[in-house]
């Protein structure tokens, strides 16, 4: 049976976005000040899989980058590759997505001391988000897999950091966008927060996104290590739901 590749063009998975900004906690400088963007491509595989419309197969890639842009020699200070396959489940009004993704900031296990920060995980994980009439969205996704701590293969990446589940709460009206994402982790706070908006300008959409947490960055992985909360404003293409 063979597996037909749609128009054999690369979409956008995730939304992409170009954002700046600065801590809000601790000084404000050159040195942490930063820029953080995404990227995020998709290419079918199988379209309308068992002649079911809109049951689709897809490869993605995502890359999220946090650039010391502002510093000397503006070094990146963090790069998240994300490769997956995702399989979309097509409902009535709502969105039913399963994946498969690595996660992984590219450094390897065993080298100099500079790769000590080396960390990746693999999960695989169903993604559901149910639009009501109101305007209002709600969303949750489960996750469970491996991962690694430099060399310990670990299931401290999950609880700790990146965690097993993510619960949304969204809102759409006419060109607005809101969007509020929590993680529960077991770390000295809660939970990962991420909120965001987004306002249609036609062309783009104005963005804005607050971070806090060890969501954003894997080299914040680390130990005792707390993290600052960021606030970014930019441009953003696509739909933050």
């Not at 897809?58 to 946090?66: A, V």
């Not at 590759?81 to 992984?104: A, K, M, T």
């Not at 993510?166 to 529960?184: I, M, N």
């Not at 960055?217 to 993290?227: E, F």
Request: charged residues 20%; glycine residues 10%; hydrophobic residues 40%.
């Amino acid at each position: 049976l063979a597996l037909p590749l749609g128009a054999q063009v690369l979409d956008s998975f995730r939304p992409l976005y170009f954002v700046t900004g600065v801590p809000l906690q601790g000084p404000v400088d050159k040195t942490t000040a930063d820029v953080k963007f995404q990227l995020s491509v998709g290419i079918p595989v199988w379209k309308n899989i068992a002649g079911r419309e809109g049951l689709d197969a897809h490869f993605g890639y995502t890359q999220i980058s946090i650039w010391d842009f502002y510093d000397e020699s503006s070094p990146f200070k963090d790069n998240s590759y994300i490769p997956g396959l995702y399989l979309n489940v097509p409902l009535q009004r709502d969105r039913l997505l399963f994946g498969l993704e690595h996660r992984s900031n590219g450094r390897p296990m065993r080298g100099t001391a500079a790769d000590t920060f080396s960390r990746s995980v693999n999960y695989l994980f169903g993604d559901y988000k149910a639009f009501l009439d109101c305007g209002l969205v709600l969303g949750a996704q489960l996750r469970a897999g491996f991962g690694w701590y430099d060399e310990d293969f670990t299931q401290e990446v999950f609880w700790r950091y990146l965690g097993y589940a993510d619960f949304t709460v969204g809102y759409r009206r006419d060109k607005l966008e809101l969007s509020v994402k929590a993680t529960p982790v077991f770390a000295p706070f809660d939970c990962n927060l991420e909120a965001a908006a987004a306002y249609d300008l036609g062309f783009c959409r104005l963005f804005t996104q607050f971070n806090y947490g060890y969501g954003e960055a894997l080299c914040d992985w680390v130990r005792g290590y707390m993290p600052v909360p960021y606030l970014r404003f930019g441009i953003l293409f696509g739909s933050i739901l």
